[in-house]
């Protein structure tokens, strides 16, 4: 099948084209025909696309953990699922991604794509809008009428963040720039600070959440803000792998989840909840959208690789 991979010692990060095999579905698997898939570029300096579970080095790895598409087939003892049915979600993350003809999933992993996206829309929610949800919901463990603080509230995981928040009852500070400061108004935020021209933690104090997908110093000047039940999540891949115990403590990486892609689904499907594409490409443009070679439309939501243009 082709795909887009990792050559090894490649000290560039660039993927590259070409045929592979087609992966085989085993016990409790199933194979997906992939139609769309995400493009998180931040992949490529992630633990898991270069080492295995057991701390091996990984070789050709494939990127792109969140995919819209078609099942094709069925390993032993799966239910729930058959062969043609229209899927999205995400596989695992030591596992080849979604940038090729095919992938292999968990059950566990994968829900009914929401009927009213195309692949393409719908292959730009599950990582970050379960990112979001993992986030606020699960570790965070928002209540209604606290007050979150968003970084990054324009940017893939971000659009979903706000809404999220939103949706739970939070009042919502969000830091943006330039023309995404309207569009995140948009989006239901109830105040935006613009980072570019204003130190957010002079405009913004009694904060109960932090959701940081930006990092860094960003993260460092938040700590101040927290009211005295505060929490921090922090998803920046800057703060992977740090040593401060309050950023370690804060860091997680999203898993996959079939019972929470199927909240969002109904969330979408009722109009509550939006996907925001910020463009499309074919396969043989992966290694560019990886690259940040392409620019976003409107600034702001996911860039996804269309694997099967015909189908979108
Ligand atoms: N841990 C996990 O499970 C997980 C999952 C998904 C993503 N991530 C990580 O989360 C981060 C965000 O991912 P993403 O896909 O949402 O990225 P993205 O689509 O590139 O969005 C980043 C957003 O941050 C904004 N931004 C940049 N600098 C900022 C600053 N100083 N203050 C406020 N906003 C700022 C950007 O706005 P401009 O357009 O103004 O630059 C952009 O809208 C990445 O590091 C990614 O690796 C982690």
């Known amino acids: ?9 490649s000290d560039r990060r660039e993927l590259t084209l070409g045929d592979v095999s087609t992966p085989i579905a085993g016990d409790g698997e199933v194979l997906i025909r992939v139609v769309s898939v995400g493009v998180t570029p931040t992949e490529l300096s992630w633990y898991p696309t270069f080492n295995t579970k057991d701390g091996q080095p990984r070789h050709h790895a494939i990127p792109g953990h969140e995919f819209s598409g078609v099942i094709a087939g ?30 292999v999933a968990a059950p566990s992993g994968i829900a009914a794509k929401p ?29 209604g009428g606290e007050r979150v603080l968003v970084h990054g509230s324009a940017g893939a995981v971000g659009v979903f963040v706000v809404q999220i928040a939103k949706l739970q009852g939070a009042y919502v500070i969000a830091t943006a720039a330039g023309p995404n400061i309207e569009f995140v108004k948009s989006l239901g935020a109830d105040e935006i600070i613009d980072y570019k021209t204003t130190a957010f933690e002079h405009s913004v104090a009694n904060v109960d959440i932090v959701f940081d997908a930006v990092g860094g110093e960003t993260l460092q000047r938040s700590w101040q803000l927290l009211s005295p039940n505060g929490r921090v999540v922090t998803i920046a891949a800057e703060s992977e792998g740090v040593s401060d115990e309050r ?30 594409l910020a463009g499309v490409v074919s396969l043989e443009d992966a290694p560019a959208a990886y690259a940040g070679r392409i620019p976003r439309k409107d600034g702001h939501g996911k860039i996804v690789v269309a694997v099967v243009a015909s189908e979108n």
Request: glycine share 8%.
């Open 1 to 9: 099948m082709k795909a887009a991979y990792l050559l090894d010692n």
């Open 74 to 103: 069925l390993g032993k003892d799966v239910i729930g699922f058959s062969v043609g049915d229209e899927v999205y979600g995400m596989n695992d993350w030591f596992a080849q991604g979604a940038t090729a003809e095919y992938c």
């Open 115 to 143: 009927a009213s996206l195309s692949h393409s829309e719908a292959a730009t929610v599950p990582i970050s809008a379960l990112t979001a949800w993992q986030g606020l919901v699960d570790r965070a463990k928002l209540q």
């Open 247 to 276: 950023i370690k403590a804060a860091f997680f990486i999203v898993e996959p989840d079939r019972e929470q892609l199927e909240k969002l689904s109904i969330l979408i499907h009722k109009g509550a909840l939006r996907p925001f």
